[in-house]
């Protein structure tokens, strides 16, 4: 009877030690798994901030009033306040901050609403 008590102890004690370095095993590999995610996520994480921060310093650079202007002059258009009817027709005249117009003919001008980002619209 005695030698039956320790061999089923001795089983019991043997499956104890495997579940618990399986469990072992399995909770660090798990563990070791999740750094390695967090340090990609993190790496991830930082390379979309650096785009974010080259596009954010890029439209700033394009949304301002002098590289609107320069837009605006290549496209041949003409500041509307600017238009007194006594400008010449295919003259360039300064550029104003938002609304542009571009002298087609004396008695017909065609307004061009320039926003940042937005193609100009025909009004």
């Given at each position: 009877m005695l030698d039956n008590v320790f061999t089923h102890l001795a089983l019991f004690v043997s499956v104890m030690v495997v579940t618990f370095g399986m469990s072992s095993l399995v909770g660090h590999s798990l563990k070791e798994n999740a750094r390695h995610n967090?340090?990609?996520?993190n790496q991830r994480s930082n390379a979309a901030r650096a785009d974010v921060a080259r596009i954010?310093?890029?439209v700033e650079r394009l949304s301002t009033m002098?590289?609107?202007d320069e837009w605006s002059l290549v496209r041949g258009m003409v500041a509307s306040y600017k238009l007194s009817g006594l400008e010449k027709v295919g003259e360039v005249v300064?550029?104003?901050k938002q609304i542009v117009a571009k002298i087609v003919s004396k008695?017909?001008?065609e307004?061009?609403?320039a926003r940042l980002g937005d193609e100009p619209a025909v009004r």
């Open positions: 967090a340090l990609k996520a954010r310093k890029r002098r590289s609107v300064p550029q104003p008695p017909k001008v307004l061009l609403v």
